[in-house]
Structure formats: structure tokens, C-alpha cells
């Protein structure tokens, strides 16, 4: 059988839908002529187009659609003269029987009653006489289908012997064994009788279903024997054919759900009818038996999804175990077992969905309702009960026997089907995990050590079995209950895999919700979404030794693969220096971050704390590159634990005293000793590039200890912080970039990174409150004595008159009532010395003093009440006015000896500035005089300036405007600038002095 | 009669209630339709004759006569006739004609041996013939054809005991069991009676050795001519690439006796009854209505001239449009 080609075939497809036009006019025509003879042989003609064998199965249809229509047409129209046929017959017979009680004769009575019968048996053979008639047609094809059409007219009819004719049709299509010709033949059957079908009784119904099924039976040997036709060249072709016509086949099915459905038992001839037995009986075994001998690949894959879609849930609950144990496993070797186990699981589960919705509510209606109504609805209930609660037993055992049965079954299946089971068991059992244990356990057993050429495709598989409970379940802890989760996940021989389900558990804890198309069933919907602690060791492994994969990932690895995956988005940290990683690699050490803030045991912070120390050892510091993104989460959470329990300890210290911390203390201690060890860890890794970081770190740590009165301890801390700026900031050899882009001019846009670290170390020594006032001296010496080092003039300058700060405390930061030691200590060692007479002086400037804390200071102690209480005030405040006059004799010289006359000239007014705070603060010794001698340098180096040539320049730019200073140099103009802007800052200096000389009384004796 | 000149007579042949009566269409051998009434066996034969003389002439004949003649025309180097039947009555004795003359005849209880038969080689008919004898010219002659029908009851039914049928198909059932025998030989087991072997189902196995391999079955092998042949085709072994099957009944005429017989068959029906390639344990059903064509019952040597057999033919087409065919006669008879 060889078809044409394509464009014959449409030639010949128009030339028969043009006759079949011509010839079905040509009957409509005869039809209202009253010529029925001439119309059935235009209908043959017509249907003699069906014939043919060179068209497709897709414009056989085309043509088959425009006969249904035609033969409609002509079933209408018989439907309609018989009605009147009879309808005349019955009008004769009244005017008869009127006659016959008029002549009040009984014998003519009873003989026009005998007319009566004998005329109704004549009047329906007019359509009986047809279906006879039409079978003397010659070819088979007309003939059947005009004996359908009359066939089924007939059946419309009242007194029409309904269930032989259709034995009849159905024994005779039986003629056409052409598979296109006779599934649509018979398709034509089905619809034809689709709304005739008897089912009026248990009869009529078991006949209606034997015959349907009979009708999909035979449908079914034709479709599989299409395959098989042709040229083997063609099997594809066929295949394709075959399946755009298997919605004929499965129509059957359709058709026979639904006549069970619509029939409802003949109430009083079989009380025990029920549709599930009926199904089971009847039904199931005799189309599925026919669905596995036609061993056909297509056919069993679409009937089979077919018979799970149409037929309702309870039935195939009914016959579940029969379905797998007995259908699935004999099916087609080659068959995907898979898609028809997803298929029927999906429906349990869209069922049990429904079916839970239902509950409450038919729950709220047994109790209301009559019991009389309610015997189906309970028995419905229990029967779905007792199997569901052996679904899963049932799924297991087929699929064990699967397994047995065939051990070479690909991996794709079995990852699928268990992936069906997996979303089975989560949505029927969501509570029991033993199932989805032994699900694991099967698969770490049996599939994974079995392939062991494990290709990525596979594996692949494996992953997304590993994933959907990660995503179902409302909280990943549940996990921790699945021993063979985590030794399947084990098995993942491919890294990125693994890694792709740590993200996932990761993500599920961190409530980043995926919305991936994988997964169909969601999650049941948790509102909103609460963190989870982490508040044991255990329960940190379960998560951790899934996050371990994603620990030991370094950079570089990152980096290739997202080479190889052609991500081109990357980022430069340091400045490339420390490699290039992706944005990808940064969102999960960010993740990391995240978790590490939900290891948390609210009630109990050593153990918290004990947790986190447990987290670093045992995980995190599996890959050193890497602790640089989570360390400083860890040591920062580390810290606030710490901070917390300090000052719990320093309360309870104080309310009862006379109890002994001292294993507080020591833990404490021992916890911080913990914590310089991490840091330390960190530095050792990462000083190269990371050294600022530590250094803040270091400082926060030193900075709460010292909060703690951890002198020792903090003494320590800063110490270390000295050492990193020694040993690394201090060269600034890999000083980033933008800093030399500064102007030296510009005092607040930062300056190199050493006068930075400078600048972070002083701002915390100076809250500082409880070393001894030895120890504080030589920490402050010692970085005032760093900021002298430094090699850039302004940074040194900047930083000596920014450390004169540490030597004049301004701020109490102490809880009321406590004293400084540092202060304490000064008061004893050197109490003659420098208190007294920075007594003096600040008698001297007392109450000025007292008022411009007041007003200028915002932070000014106002709880310490210092205008009541100064004496106090000044007993805790440690100040030294003679260093605070060292260094900004210090910074005076050095911002002399800068060469550059403007930056000198700037330095001297930042340091005009300093000195007017200090004297302020009320150190005696930046008095009047010393800061009339500042303005005057200050005047003088400005006439120097304005002297020089560039005088001109100056006046041309500040006279002649912007327009003018296009002309000036580039180099002029810009030094110009700098001198403006100086004079500018130096005037309105001066304009401040002299505005709180009128309205402060301050600086008195100064000359503007 | 001559051409040239027209006969001074006409003659006109009625029958009685021959508007009522049944009428069958035939062919005639030019092909046109033509309407006869029928007649059964053993019924009388009855009507008028009316002669009347055209022009008001005066015609002198020396006697007016009526015949029933039964005859048989072959076919077969040249045309024989043979009459099985003659009969005749005087209708009025030499006289002179002036005015239409009407004359009753009745041939009573007539024995009608055979059927009437329109075939190729061979005719057999029934007529009428009105001879007017003159002296002078050749005798004026009018024909009318009758059309006999031989009822058979069927023979199953009890009440059914004519002779005429009884030995009819007593006939018919010896020569059909010789023709079967040689036939098929699967169904060995003779029937004991005429009457059940006429209904007993006929079972052929046919095949070509590992090609095909079907069985036939059909329901009897005798049956009336409104009847249905219903049966069904088994397929046993299916190695052709069959495209359609189809039943035709076959009409075979055969004229004279052995050394020289002329045999002619006419394909009547042909009937498909199946569509596509069947596999291996399909079923095909038959039914085949017979009362809509245009059969023939069976005659075997009438009158040891002719005879007409129908056989049932089944007939597979394959995709090369090769033919494979197994005939098997059936028995047809005519019933009331």
C-alpha cells in the first residue's frame, strides 16, 4: 500500500469532498422530492468516497466529517417521516375507533382493534424495510454505514427492537478489516449510538456494556494491525497515523465510563449493585486483558492512560492491586511503566486532594442527613479508607516485582516511579517517613551501586528524586529522619549534584521559596514562613553534612565550571586580586551566613555558643579560602552571644556579689580565647587581602571585652590588632586604588589605608573605659607613636592631632556610679601630677567650660549632672593636657615641614580647628595665646602666598570670574582653587570665633 | 404473416382478471421489458378471444382454434424446439367473419410441468396461440406468452406434500449431493432425509497450503428465493496480503448433453463482504438477501434439455489483484 504523494493527495482529497458535496445535494434534493429510493443510492455514492485508499488518516477524517454530516441529515429526515407515519396511522386508527363507537357495534370494535395492531406492526417496518433494503448495496462500506444510519434511526424509535439491531451492526462491521476504514466505521457506531443505548435495566445495561466493550475490542485489533501495514519503510509514518487516531479507540472507553456512571442499579431488581464490583468484574479484566494481548506499544501506553483517566478513582482503587500486579507487569517490555505509574498517582493525588476537601464537609452532612440516604456514602467512605491505607504497600510490592521481574529496566524509570511514589507517599502518609525510607534505602541498594557508569543523565534523575521531598516538606528537619536520604545523597558521585540538593535543603531552611516546574505537588502552604533554630549538635549535623559539598567548594572550581555552564557574570573582589568568583558563589556563602544566624539556642548561650564553635570546627573550616565569607558572621554571632552573657554575668555580679563567678568568668574567658583563635584562623588565611576586615574584627572583639572588663583580654585584643597593622597594613603595598586618587588636601575623604587603620584603632580606644591607666598609656603611645610613622605628611599630621584625642576624655560611657580604672589608677599613681593641675586650669575655665558642654557637646554626660557634680566629673574622665599639647606641637612641625605650601597651609588651619575644640573641651594649655600664634602663622603663610606670582592668578580668577580662568594654566588654576578654598575655611574660622565671642563668652583673648 | 401486407384480422387474447392478476417483468431478447402474467401449475387457463375483421371486411376461415402449447427452444447449432405441452380448443367452426367475434376458452386444471425460462441458449416458454385457418393464404395466428411460476413449499414445513414438488426436489437433492460431494469433502456424513439435509449448515474447510486457510460456513445449502444465505468466513491461516473478499451467486446454463454442451455462466450477484486483510482467527459474517435479484430457481434437465444451476462463489481479491475462488452450488427454489 504505497500512497501518493502529497499534493495528489490533496488533488484526490478535494475531488472526493467535491463529489461527496455533489452527491449529498443531489440526495437532500431527492429527500424533498419524497424520492427515498434515489436518495439511498445518491448516499451510497456518496459514501462509496469512504472507500478509498489513498488519503490519510487525517483527511479521511476530513471527508468522514463531512459524511457524518450528510448522513445526519438523512437520518433527520427519516426520524421525521416515520414520526408521521405514525402519527397519520394513529389519526386513522382514532377515526376509526370514533367510527366503531359510533356504530356502538362490539364485533366491528373489536375488529378495528385487531386493525389497530396489525396496522402498528406495519408502520414500523417502513424503517426495518430499509435497513434490509440498504444491505443489498453491493460494497461493504456504503452498506454498513447506511445501515448505520438506518440502524440507529430505527433504535430512536419507540417500538424499534433495539438491542439486535445493534448485535446486528456490530456483528457486521465486522466485515471491514481495513484498520482506517473500519475504526472509523465503527467509530461512526459509537457515535450513532451514543445517546441510544439502552440501559434501562441490569438487561439492557449489561448488554449496552458488552456491547461497547465488544465494539472497543474489535477498534482496538485495528488499530494495532495498522502498524503492521504497508511497507516497513513506513513504520514511522504509520506510528504517527496511528496516533492521531487513537482518540477513536479510546472514545469506547469514554463512552463506557460514562454509561456506567449514568447508570445507577435498577433499585429493586439488584440492591447489591454497585458500580466498583460491577467495574471490577465486568469490565476491568476484560479490557485490560485485551489491552495487554495486543502487546502494542502505543495501544498500552494510551489505553492504559485512557482507562486510569476516565474511569473514577474509587474504582481503580478497587482494582489497584489487579492494575499493577497483573496489567503493568505484563505489559510491553518497552513500555514506559513510568508515565502510566505518574498518571495514576497524580490521580490519587488530585483525588486526595479533593477527597480532603470533601471531608469536613460530607463529615457535616452524614450528621445531618437521614440514614436511609447515607448507606452508599458510608460504604464509598470505608472502602476508600481500608485501601488507602494500603496504597502505598500495594505501589511497593509491583514495583518490587517490577524490579525482579525485569533488573535491566532504565534508570529514567525507575527514577520516575519513584519519584511517583516519593509525592504518593508525602500526599497519603505525610506523616509516616518509613515509606519514603524504604524508598531510599531501595535506591542507595539496589539502582545506585548497580550503574555504576553513572552518567550525568542519570544522575540527573537521581537528583530530582532527592529534591521533591526537600521541597514538600514543611520543615527540612524532617529529613534528619531519613537515614537513606542521606546515604542515597551520598551516592551522587557528580559534585555539582550534590551541591544542587544542598542548595535546595539550604533554600527550604531558609525559606527561599524555588518556584521550579519540576515539582507539581506543593508544599503544603505555610503562611508565613518561621525560621527554624538550630539548637543541637545533631540537628546542626543533619543540616551541615548536606552543606558540606558546598563548604569544601572553592573559587576556582566555581569559576570553571561556571566557564563551562558559559555564565559570563562575574565579580572582581579586592580588585581582582583575590581571584574572580560569580555572583552565584557569593549568593550561597551569603546563604551560609544566613544559617549560621539560625544556630541559636535561645535559652542557653553557652551551649549556643558551644553550637557555633562545633559548626566552625567540624564544618566550616573544611576549605580556608572560604572562611572569609562566613567567619566574620560567625565570629560577629559569636560576639553578641558573648556580649550577652557578659553583661548578664556583670549584672547578676552586681545585685548579688557575694556569689563566686569565677567559673563564669572563666568560661568566658576560655570563650574569648575560643574566639581570638578564629579570628586568628582567619588572619592566618586571609591577611594578605583581608587584613582591614580582621583588624575590625579584632577591634570589635577587644572593644567588648574591654565592655566586659576583660582588661587582660582586651589588652590582648588590641595588641593583636597592632600586630596586624604591623605586619600587613602598615606597608599598604596593596592599598587599593581610589585612595591615591584622593586630593591630600581633602581631610575627610579618608587617606591611605594605614592612617585609616590609625584612625578605626583610635575611635575605639578612645570608649574604652576599663584598663588600667599603664596599659591604656602604652596602647595609645604606641599608636600615636604609629601615626607619627606614617610616611604621607597629612597622614601623619591627621593622625598625631586625631590621637591627641585619646589623651582627653570627653565622653563617661561608664553605668553610673563606676569608675574608670584607667582614672582610678591616675588618681593613684599620679594624682599630684596631672589632676591637680588640670584642676587648676579648669577652675580657671570652669564655668565656661560648664556651659559650652552644655550646648556644643551633644553627647555631653547630662546624666553624670556634671553642673552639680563637676568634681566627679572630673575624677572619671582621664585627661593629660600636656600630651594633648605634644601632639599638636607634633602636628604643627610636621604640617610645617610640608613642601607643598597649600597642603601646609590647610594642615595649619585643620590644626587651628583641633586646638579650638580642645580649648573648648578646656585644656589650659591650648590657651588664647598659643592659638593667636596659630592665626598668625596662619595670616603670615598667607601673605606669602598672596605674594607670590600667582598673586595675579588669584586676583584674575576671584575678579574676572570663570569667564577669564579658561585662559589661566590648568596647574595654576587648580593650586589657585586649593588657596581659595583654604582662606575660605580659615575665614569662616575666624567668623566662628568671633561669633562665639560675642554669643558664648568663649575664647577669650583671642585676636581675630 | 406477411410484411407487406397487414393481416385483414386482429386478434386479441384476454385472460380472465388479467389486471388483477400478478405480472412479472422479463427481458426480452431485444432487451426491452416486458410484463407477462403468471400462472401456477395446475391453474386453469382462462379467457376470451376476440376477433375482429378491420375495415368492415368480409372474411371467410375455415375454423377458429386456441392453443395452449409448452415448449422448450435451444440453442445449439442452430434453434431446436421442443414441445412438452400441447393442448387446444375448437373456439368456432368455419364461417365468414362480418363483425367482432368474442370467444370464452378455459384449458382447466393444466398441468405445468416446468417453469418458464429466459436464458441464453435456452428458452422455455408457455403461450397461448389463436390460429384463424383460411383457405386461401396462410392461416392468421396470434400468440400470447404466459409466465409460470413452479411453487415449491419449502420442504421442511410437514404439510408440504404436492407430488410434483416431491419429485422436483427429490430430483434436485440427488444431483446436489453428487455436485457437493465432489465439491468439499468435509462434510462426510450424508443427510438422512432430504428434508433436514436441505437445512443442515454446509462447512467448507478451503485453503492453499500455507498460504491460507479459511473455513466456510453457511447455513444450508437450499434456499428459497427470498431467502438469506447467512454464514460466516473463518480465517485459520492468513499469509496473503488479502484486500477484499466478495460472494458472488453465479448462473449456470447449461443446453444439450454431454458431447455437445453448451455451458453459460452469468455472474448475478456479486456481493462484497469484506473490506481490508483479516488476520489470523477473524470472523467474517455473510448475509446476503436473495429476494432482491433477479434469480433463477434451480432446474436440472428439463426435459433432458437444459439446465440452470446458481452457484454461491466466494471470491478473495489480494493486493496484486490475484483471485482466489471456491464455488459451491446452492439450491434454489421458488416458495410461495
Known amino acids: 500500500m504505497t500512497l501518493p504523494s502529497i499534493s495528489e493527495q490533496k488533488a484526490i482529497l478535494q475531488g472526493c469532498l467535491n463529489n461527496i458535496n455533489h452527491q449529498s445535494n443531489l440526495m437532500k434534493q431527492c429527500l424533498n422530492d419524497n424520492n427515498l429510493l434515489q436518495a439511498l443510492k445518491h448516499c451510497s455514492n456518496f459514501l462509496n468516497e469512504l472507500r478509498t485508499n489513498q488519503l490519510s488518516p487525517k483527511q479521511y477524517y ?141 438487561v439492557d445495561f449489561n448488554e449496552t456494556i458488552e456491547f461497547l466493550i465488544a465494539n472497543f475490542i474489535e477498534m482496538n485489533k485495528l488499530w494495532v494491525r495498522l502498524q503492521h501495514q504497508g511497507h516497513s519503510s513506513e513504520r514511522e509514518l504509520r506510528y504517527r497515523e496511528r496516533k492521531e487516531l487513537k482518540i477513536l479507540v479510546g472514545s469506547n472507553l469514554v463512552r463506557l465510563s460514562q454509561i456506567i456512571d449514568d447508570y445507577k442499579g435498577n433499585g429493586e431488581e439488584d440492591e447489591n449493585y454497585s458500580p466498583i464490583s460491577f467495574y471490577k468484574t465486568n ?94 456514602k458510608v460504604k464509598k467512605d470505608q472502602s476508600f479508607d481500608t485501601d488507602t491505607s494500603e496504597l502505598f504497600g500495594i505501589f511497593w510490592n509491583f514495583y518490587v516485582r517490577l524490579y525482579e521481574s525485569d533488573p535491566d529496566l ?70 534528619f529522619n531519613l537515614p537513606f536520604f542521606h546515604e542515597f545523597y551520598l551516592k551522587l558521585t557528580n559534585k555539582a549534584y550534590q551541591k544542587q540538593i544542598s542548595l535546595e535543603i539550604i533554600n527550604k531552611f531558609l525559606g527561599i521559596s524555588t518556584n521550579d516546574e519540576l515539582l507539581d505537588i506543593s508544599p503544603p502552604k505555610v503562611e508565613e514562613f518561621e525560621f527554624e533554630y538550630l539548637t543541637t549538635t545533631d540537628e546542626i549535623d543533619g543540616i551541615f553534612k548536606y552543606l558540606l559539598v558546598l563548604i569544601k567548594d572553592s573559587q576556582s572550581q566555581q569559576l570553571n565550571t561556571s566557564k563551562n555552564l558559559g555564565i559570563t557574570k562575574t565579580i572582581k573582589l579586592n580588585n581582582g586580586e583575590n581571584g574572580i568568583i560569580t555572583q552565584e558563589f557569593l549568593d550561597v556563602q551569603e546563604k551560609f551566613c544566613k544559617v549560621i544566624h539560625l544556630i541559636e539556642t535561645p535559652l542557653d548561650p553557652f551551649k549556643n555558643l558551644s553550637n557555633l564553635m562545633y559548626v566552625r570546627r567540624k564544618y566550616l573550616n573544611k576549605n580556608s579560602t572560604n572562611i572569609i565569607y562566613t567567619y566574620p558572621t560567625l565570629i560577629n554571632k559569636i560576639l553578641y552571644k558573648l556580649k550577652l ?179 582610678n589608677d591616675n588618681q593613684t599613681d599620679e594624682k599630684s601630677k596631672g589632676v591637680t593641675e588640670s584642676e587648676k586650669t579648669e577652675e580657671s575655665t570652669k564655668e565656661i567650660k560648664a556651659e559650652a558642654e552644655a550646648e556644643t557637646q551633644v553627647k555631653e554626660d547630662e546624666e553624670t549632672e556634671p553642673e552639680t557634680e563637676p568634681e566627679i566629673e572630673v575624677d572619671v574622665l582621664y585627661r593629660d593636657d600636656k600630651r594633648v599639647l605634644e601632639c599638636l606641637q607634633k602636628a604643627l612641625r610636621v604640617a610645617d615641614s610640608c613642601m607643598d605650601p597649600y597642603l601646609s597651609l ?88 568671633r561669633d562665639q565671642q560675642i554669643h558664648d563668652n568663649r575664647f577669650d583673648g583671642i585676636i581675630v | ?97 362480418t363483425h367482432p367475434e368474442t370467444y370464452p376458452f378455459e384449458f382447466k386444471n393444466v398441468e405445468k410441468q416446468y417453469e418458464s425460462y429466459r436464458g441464453k441458449n435456452a428458452r422455455l416458454r408457455y403461450y397461448l396461440k389463436v390460429v384463424v385457418s383460411r383457405k386461401s393464404s396462410s392461416e392468421i395466428t396470434r400468440e400470447k406468452e404466459l409466465w409460470v411460476f413452479q411453487y415449491i413449499t419449502p420442504p421442511s414445513t410437514p404439510n408440504a406434500t404436492s407430488t410434483t414438488t416431491n419429485v422436483i426436489s427429490n430430483k434436485a437433492h440427488t444431483h446436489h449431493h453428487n455436485t457437493r460431494g465432489a465439491d468439499s469433502n468435509s462434510n462426510s456424513s450424508p443427510p438422512a432425509t432430504p428434508s433436514k439435509e436441505g ?55 447449461t443446453v444439450g448433453s454431454a458431447p455437445n454442451q453448451i455451458t453459460d455462466s452469468e455472474t448475478v450477484v456479486r456481493f462484497e463482504i469484506m ?42 481479491i489480494d493486493e496484486d489483484a490475484r483471485r482466489y475462488f471456491k464455488q459451491s452450488e446452492i439450491i434454489l427454489y421458488r416458495d410461495q
Open chain 2, 1 to 97: 404473416m406477411s410484411i407487406f401486407f397487414k393481416a385483414p384480422l386482429d386478434i386479441d387474447i384476454r385472460l380472465d382478471n388479467e389486471d388483477s392478476r400478478k405480472h412479472v417483468e422479463v427481458k426480452t431478447p431485444h432487451g426491452r421489458m416486458e410484463k407477462l402474467p403468471i400462472y401456477k401449475d395446475g391453474e386453469s387457463v382462462k379467457g376470451q378471444v376476440t376477433i375482429r375483421t378491420k375495415e368492415g371486411r368480409k372474411i371467410e376461415h375455415l375454423g377458429v382454434k386456441v392453443q395452449l402449447f409448452g415448449s422448450i427452444e435451444t440453442n445449439i447449432d442452430g434453434l431446436i424446439t421442443s414441445e412438452f405441452l400441447s393442448m387446444a380448443t375448437e373456439l368456432a367452426s368455419p364461417s365468414i367473419l
Open chain 2, 199 to 253: 437445512h443442515q449448515t454446509v462447512k467448507m474447510d478451503v485453503g492453499i497450503e500455507d498460504c491460507l486457510h479459511i473455513e466456510f460456513e453457511y447455513s444450508k445449502s437450499r434456499f428459497s428465493l427470498k431467502d438469506v444465505i447467512i454464514g460466516r468466513i473463518y480465517f485459520l491461516l492468513v499469509r496473503l496480503k488479502i484486500k477484499h473478499m466478495e460472494l458472488s451467486l453465479i448462473r449456470r446454463e
Open chain 1, 645 to 823: 552573657i557578659g553583661y548578664m554575668n556583670l549584672k547578676q555580679k552586681k545585685k548579688n556579689p557575694s556569689i563566686d563567678y569565677s567559673n563564669q568568668d572563666l568560661l568566658i574567658t576560655t570563650n574569648f580565647k575560643n574566639l581570638s583563635i578564629i579570628i586568628d584562623e582567619l588572619y592566618q588565611h586571609h591577611q594578605q587581602f583581608n587584613s582591614e576586615l580582621i583588624l575590625k574584627l579584632y577591634l570589635n572583639a577587644a572593644t567588648i571585652a574591654d565592655q566586659l572588663k576583660q582588661e587582660s583580654l582586651a589588652y590582648e585584643l588590641f595588641n593583636q590588632c597592632f600586630i596586624v597593622y604591623e605586619e600587613n597594613l602598615i606597608l599598604s603595598s596593596h592599598q587599593y586604588n581610589y585612595y591615591h586618587h584622593i586630593s591630600p588636601q581633602d581631610s575627610l575623604g579618608g587617606g591611605s589605608l594605614p592612617y585609616q587603620s590609625i584612625l578605626l584603632i583610635s575611635n575605639k580606644l578612645i570608649n574604652t573605659r576599663y584598663f588600667n591607666k599603664e596599659n591604656y598609656e602604652s596602647l595609645i603611645t604606641k599608636l600615636t607613636v604609629y601615626g607619627s610613622k606614617l610616611l604621607k605628611k597629612q597622614d601623619q599630621c591627621r593622625s598625631v592631632y586625631s590621637c591627641a584625642h585619646l589623651w582627653w576624655w570627653c565622653e563617661i560611657l561608664l553605668p553610673p556610679g563606676e569608675k574608670s580604672p584607667t582614672v
Open chain 1, 906 to 993: 590647610k594642615l595649619f588651619i585643620e590644626i587651628l580647628n583641633r586646638c579650638l575644640i580642645f580649648n573648648i573641651y578646656g585644656n589650659a594649655l591650648v590657651d588664647s595665646r598659643y592659638i593667636n600664634g596659630l592665626i598668625d602663622l596662619i595670616r603670615t603663610n598667607i601673605d606669602n602666598l598672596k605674594t607670590d606670582d600667582n598673586e595675579a592668578a588669584f586676583l584674575n580668577v576671584t575678579d574676572g570670574g570663570v569667564a577669564s580662568s579658561s585662559n589661566v594654566d590648568d596647574e595654576l588654576d587648580k593650586e589657585a582653587r586649593l588657596f581659595r578654598q583654604s582662606r575660605g575655611v580659615f575665614e569662616r574660622t575666624l567668623d566662628y570665633i
Open chain 1, 283 to 376: 469490565i476491568f479484566p476484560t479490557i485490560t486483558e485485551q489491552i495487554i494481548q495486543c502487546r502494542d506499544h502505543l495501544a498500552q501506553s494510551y489505553l492504559i492512560d485512557v482507562l486510569i483517566q476516565i474511569f473514577p478513582d474509587d474504582f481503580h482503587f478497587a482494582t489497584l492491586d489487579n492494575l499493577l500486579n497483573n496489567v503493568f507487569l505484563n505489559l510491553h517490555p518497552l513500555l514506559k511503566k513510568s508515565e502510566l505509574i505518574s498518571t495514576l498517582v497524580d490521580r490519587f493525588i488530585v483525588y486526595h486532594k479533593f477527597e480532603s476537601d470533601l471531608v469536613t464537609e460530607t463529615n457535616e452532612k452524614l450528621v445531618v442527613d437521614d440514614d436511609n440516604n447515607n448507606n452508599k
Open chain 1, 62 to 202: 476530513e471527508m468522514y466529517i463531512l459524511i457524518f454530516d450528510s448522513l445526519e441529515y438523512l437520518a433527520n429526515h427519516l426520524l421525521n417521516s416515520h414520526n408521521a407515519k405514525v402519527q397519520k396511522i394513529r389519526r386513522k386508527q382514532q377515526r376509526k375507533l370514533e367510527n366503531a363507537n359510533t356504530g356502538n357495534n362490539i364485533e366491528d370494535g373489536g375488529n378495528s382493534e385487531k386493525s389497530i395492531t396489525s396496522l402498528d406492526t406495519t408502520s414500523s417496518p417502513f424503517l426495518s424495510d430499509l435497513y434490509e433494503l440498504v444491505q443489498y448495496s453491493g460494497n461493504i462500506i456504503p452498506r454498513l454505514y447506511m445501515m448505520i444510519v438506518i440502524g440507529t434511526t430505527y433504535m430512536a424509535t419507540n417500538e424499534a427492537p433495539t438491542k439486535e439491531i445493534m448485535k446486528d451492526m456490530i456483528e457486521m462491521c465486522r466485515g471491514v478489516q481495513h484498520p482506517i476504514r473500519g475504526l472509523f466505521l465503527r467509530y461512526y457506531l459509537s457515535q450513532r449510538t451514543k445517546h441510544l443505548l439502552p440501559f434501562s435495566n441490569s
Open chain 1, 410 to 479: 532504565p534508570v529514567e524509570e525507575h527514577s520516575t516511579i519513584l519519584q511517583c511514589y516519593i509525592k504518593l507517599s508525602l500526599t497519603y502518609y505525610p506523616t509516616n517517613l518509613t515509606n519514603l525510607d524504604i524508598i531510599y534505602k531501595f535506591a542507595t541498594e539496589n539502582l545506585v551501586s548497580k550503574n555504576q557508569d553513572n552518567s550525568e543523565n542519570t544522575e540527573e534523575l537521581w537528583l530530582q528524586l532527592l529534591v521533591v521531598p526537600i521541597r514538600f516538606f514543611p520543615s527540612v528537619k524532617n529529613l
Open chain 2, 275 to 316: 473490506d481490508g486483510a483479516p488476520v489470523k482467527g477473524e470472523t467474517i459474517p455473510i448475509r446476503l438477501f436473495l429476494g432482491g435479484y433477479d434469480l433463477t430457481p434451480t432446474y436440472r434437465d428439463v426435459n433432458k434439455k437444459f439446465s440452470t444451476r446458481t452457484y454461491l462463489s466466494l471470491v478473495l
